[in-house]
């Protein structure tokens, strides 16, 4: 009946768009291509702000490509000495012009959406992110990701009051 479902479904949405209409990756998608992989990640977390000594932790991300479009990761590993993961989705929004996407993780029952742009020249995402917090406050913030060849290092950051707060960073390394 599962099978059947899916290929009804399929059947509609294909006569309703015809063939010729599928979307193609565009140059913009293929920035995601990087993000594919098995990747080590070294996080420090400054949750006693960004003067003080970090909390230092391991994880492990995993990122594949869906369709040529988005790249989806799976994270796993600790946080303040608790069994962490998360996952994320990121791709380029053709219509918006912009990167976008979600983080969901184990420490939080709402999701982070994002919005972002690339600087090839730089070979940095800067995207703005907005979540809600534990006590129900709205919350907005930043990540500055930066690309080398085999590594990739992330920075974010809590907005308040117009003012940029480092709250984690994560480097990573491209397990081969």
Do not use: C
């Not at 219509?95 to 742009?117: A, C, I």
């Not at 809600?132 to 950051?157: A, L, R």
């Not at 940029?164 to 081969?176: A, F, G, L, P, Q």
């Amino acid at each position: 009946m599962h099978r059947f479902i899916i290929a009804l479904t399929l059947v509609l949405f294909v006569s309703t768009i015809g063939y010729a209409q599928f979307p193609k990756p565009v140059k913009e998608h293929e920035v995601l291509k990087h993000e594919v992989g098995n990747w080590a990640g070294g996080v420090k977390f400054y949750a006693q702000g960004p003067d003080a000594d970090p909390i230092e932790s391991k994880g492990n991300e995993v990122i594949e490509m869906v369709g040529g479009f988005w790249a989806v990761g799976k994270y796993k590993g600790s946080l303040l000495g608790q069994p962490f993961s998360g996952q994320s989705t990121l791709g380029y929004d053709t219509n918006k012009k912009k990167y976008v996407g979600f983080w969901v993780d184990s420490f939080t029952s709402s999701l982070m959406e994002m919005e972002g742009t690339y600087d090839a020249d730089k070979k940095t995402m800067t995207i703005l992110t907005k979540g809600v917090e534990p006590n129900g406050e709205p919350n907005k913030g930043k990540m500055i990701v930066v690309y080398g060849k085999d590594s990739k290092k992330m920075t974010m950051f809590a907005t308040h009051e117009k003012t940029d707060i480092k709250v984690m960073e994560i480097s990573y390394t491209r397990k081969k």
